[in-house]
């Protein structure tokens, strides 16, 4: 089973070629982020004409979350339980956002996971940021406990560099987020509790990266992040044969300013 993720930055935008893709990759499984659209906008028969189950929610032009399976897309659950909301008003409600979507395929229960951005680290969306993960961490942990045996994969844009390999230039970052110790923190909480980072292993290095601004050319100087992650637990970590980061997804025209990461499972 061939997995992956990618933040599309918008489906309608990048249909062609996202299905292009899905086309000459030989995915089976694929989870995307940032689709921006309701549900009712997403395209759908792009997918299933070619043999795609698909699953997705979004409720306005901003976040978004899908996966899209052709060996099988079962027991498909909008957020996880303790998933935090957000609202910059603190007097309103905090409504959960189109951040998480998890389904079964093939046996391998797949999140799709588009974690909070943290904007400024003194910014609210920062402390949200930070409740999230945390809630995330709380119930995974928990689907571990009561299932040592469990496949799962945390897959998606997780918003966090979790080490300085991960940034073109830690000096940059000082002071921003993606690289706080808190968010750090964060992330390597996960790893703790048995998730393991299956691609890191496969691509590993400095100028390794999943993600580059479109501003600054980054993208040609090599200036990136790598944001986007695998995160799996014991047993489907051990299946794991392979992974890779398809840089060349980021090039042409219309491309998102994320490349889609691929994880081969055995079995």
């Known amino acids: 089973m061939r997995l992956a993720t990618w933040n599309v930055n918008s489906v309608r935008a990048r249909t062609d070629r996202i299905v292009d893709w899905l086309q000459r990759s030989d995915v089976d499984v694929l989870a995307m982020q940032e689709t921006k659209c309701k549900d009712e906008q997403f395209p759908t028969e792009r997918f299933t004409e070619i043999g795609y189950q698909v699953a997705h929610v979004g409720y306005s032009q901003w976040n978004g979350v899908a996966i ?49 951005n943290g904007r400024e680290l003194t910014d609210p969306h920062y402390a949200y940021k930070l ?10 942990t928990g689907w571990l406990e009561r299932d040592p045996a469990a496949q799962v994969a945390l897959v998606g844009d997780w918003n966090v560099a979790p080490t300085d390999e991960d940034v073109w230039d830690p000096s940059f970052f000082e002071g921003k987020t993606h690289t706080s110790v808190g968010e750090r923190e964060a992330f390597a909480s996960f790893v703790d509790s048995g998730f393991a980072d299956v691609v890191r292993p496969h691509t590993p290095g400095p100028g390794v990266y999943t993600y580059w601004d479109y501003t600054q050319l980054r993208f040609p100087k090599r200036q990136g992040m790598r944001i986007d992650f695998a995160l799996c637990s ?28 691929i994880v081969d499972l055995q079995g």
Do not use: M, N
């Open 234 to 261: 014991p047993a489907l970590a051990a299946r794991v044969s392979g992974a890779s980061i398809d840089r060349d997804e980021r090039k042409g025209k219309g491309a998102s300013d994320h490349a889609p990461v």
């Open 131 to 140: 409740d999230w993960l945390a809630a995330l961490r709380k119930d995974a």
């Open 68 to 116: 899209v399976s052709r060996v099988g897309l079962d027991d498909v659950e909008v957020g996880f339980a303790d998933q935090p909301g957000f609202h910059k008003d603190p007097e309103s409600e905090q409504a959960p956002e189109a951040r998480a979507l998890g389904a079964t395929c093939a046996g391998v229960r797949v999140w799709s996971l588009y974690v909070p």
